[in-house]
């Protein structure tokens, strides 16, 4: 169980949909298989199921540098082996990145205003693999049924993952 301190300020995926993604993860990925960008990591939570499915390298990206430090900590106390915590702005981070990965996950905060702008990113930066998988959170009020590489909605109570795939 991990245990942030009350310091933190992230709003973590719930324990509900989480639980549900990585149902519907384990029918579509092979998890030792793949590399991993976790973007705006918060607590780590999402890095962490991953790498605690032997992912072959999990990359978590995080701004905040108490949220850094504690995913530092935890993923070494953890002996999670491939992980790397990387101390960035989300958005400087994708736009500099040459590295491809076969899924990336984004949490953004719900009110952040131009989180959509990681969507299109990771497309013109062309940072997912053929048939990768980029699964965005995000509220009701967003919408991407219309982008053409939109592949599936999953909806969790407020919790919403848009699917996109290469």
């Not at 029918?27 to 032997?54: H, K, M, P």
């Not at 072959?56 to 915590?85: C, D, G, K, M, P």
């Not at 497309?123 to 219309?146: A, C, P, V, Y």
Request: one cysteine or more; aromatic letters at 14%.
């Amino acid at each position: 169980m991990i245990n942030p301190p009350r310091n933190l300020r992230a709003r973590p995926t719930t324990d509900f949909a989480k639980e549900n993604l990585f149902n519907v993860l384990v029918n579509i990925v092979d998890f030792e298989e793949i590399d991993v960008l976790d973007l705006f990591s918060g607590t780590g939570s999402i890095s962490y199921e991953f790498a605690s499915r032997d992912a072959r390298s999990v990359t978590s990206v995080e701004i905040n540098r108490v949220h850094h430090n504690f995913i530092r900590q935890t993923a070494r106390e953890l002996r999670f082996e491939n992980f790397y915590a990387v101390n960035a702005n989300v958005f400087l981070y994708l736009k500099s990145c040459t590295k491809q990965f076969d899924l990336i996950f984004s949490d953004a905060p719900y009110d952040l205003e131009g989180s959509e702008e990681v969507v299109k990113l990771v497309f013109e930066r062309n940072l997912l693999r053929e048939e990768g998988i980029l699964i965005f959170e995000h509220s009701k009020e967003q919408d991407f049924s219309s982008h053409e590489k939109f592949w599936q909605l999953r909806s969790y109570g407020s919790v919403q993952f848009s699917f996109f795939r290469k």
